[in-house]
């Protein structure tokens, strides 16, 4: 039963309706509530050849 209908069939008081409305998607939600933040292409690419720099010299060290 989405919020609304229980709402409009007097499931939730109008408080608890807008206290979930104020506070989606934390409350009351009970799948995908992990988000993630995706870096930018240009930290990643940088990210990418520091990584291949520190490979080339730890092989050079062998």
Known sequence: MGKAVA???KHI???KYD??????PTV??????HF??????????MLIA????????EQKKK
């Open 7 to 9: 709402l409009e069939s």
């Open 13 to 15: 008081t109008q408080n």
């Open 19 to 24: 206290h979930w409305r104020y506070h989606y």
């Open 28 to 33: 009351g939600q009970t799948t995908h509530t």
């Open 36 to 45: 993630a933040k995706v870096i930018s292409q240009e930290l990643s690419d």
């Open 50 to 57: 520091e990584d291949k720099e520190i490979n080339k010299s």
